[in-house]
């Protein structure tokens, strides 16, 4: 196997695994807001983080 059909094994496993996320593990926004359980940081931290994700990268 050369180092380019290395390369590309890698990218095309990598495409496989992006795509078996997207399709089964990604959850839309704001269902993640309503599932929130204060379990691993408070609410506080959490609309922090929240207000960080919902500005727009400049």
Same mark, same amino acid.
């Given at each position: 196997m050369t180092d380019e059909e290395y390369? %590309?094994?890698c990218a095309r496993k990598a495409r496989e695994e992006a795509v #078996?996320? $997207?399709?089964?593990? $990604?959850?839309?926004?704001a269902q993640v807001e309503k599932s929130f359980v204060p379990?691993?940081?408070?609410? #506080? %931290?959490?609309? #922090?983080?929240l207000? $960080?994700?919902k500005t727009p990268k400049q």
């Open positions: 390369i %590309e094994m #078996r996320t $997207l399709q089964s593990s $990604l959850q839309p926004f379990v691993n940081m408070s609410k #506080r %931290e959490f609309n #922090r983080i207000k $960080l994700m």
